[in-house]
């Protein structure tokens, strides 16, 4: 397994000469990802239309799965996918020290004023495998929205087998809150994410050839 070199600086623009910006293991485990979390939030819609939690429910157009038990099958599939996946993703980013590299250090000054310039327009992806300030603190923070969505998921999944996690929930009911909670911010995530990547197409077109 190779390690992957360290960016010199945020200015370098080896982005630009067509340098290896993402190794393939972050290429692949972030397309399965996507493809996994797209079943697990359109099926999980699904089920929770079946018992909502709030008085809304999401338009059976956007829902995977038909019905509540066809929604559990694909929930529980793509489970699998997104839970040996997300494993493989973490594993090899603290392995080959990628998180440290590219997600590390995160500085509150950096992220307020990385913000000011995305704000004003002079936030600049000159060097795409460089994460600026915000892009790391986003990418942090839904590593750990996914974490805890498998972990309140598994919660909720097996309360008797699994009632320590539970209990670290606050129990069934608060678990599916949780579960609710850290889907949405997912979704959020997703939205500002894709949004971004169309933004910047060449970032998009590093995603999938890396380079
Ligand atoms: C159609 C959906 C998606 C598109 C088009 C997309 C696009 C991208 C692109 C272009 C990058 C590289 C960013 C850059 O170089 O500036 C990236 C990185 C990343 N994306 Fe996505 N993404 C999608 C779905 C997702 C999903 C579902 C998640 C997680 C729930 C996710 C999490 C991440 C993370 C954590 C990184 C950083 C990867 C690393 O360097 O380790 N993405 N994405």
Redesign the pocket.
Known sequence: MTVEAAPSSATASSASQGAK??PAW?RIT?WV??VA??VMIGSGWEIYNASPLFPFLFPKSITIGGWLAGALLWHFAAMWLLAVNGLV?IAL?IMTG??RR??FPIRPRDVISDIKAALTGRLT?ED?SV?NAV?RLF?LG??I??IVTVLSGLAIWKPIQLQELTALFGGYEAARYVHFFAMAT?VG??VI??V???L?PK??R??ITGR
Do not use: E, R
């Open positions: 910006i993402h972050v972030h990802n996507t979390t797209v993703y980013g990628h998180f590219k997600l992806y795409l994460y892009q990418y839904v590593i929205a996914g997912i995530f997703l994410h894709v971004m990547a169309l910047v970032s998009l590093a995603m």
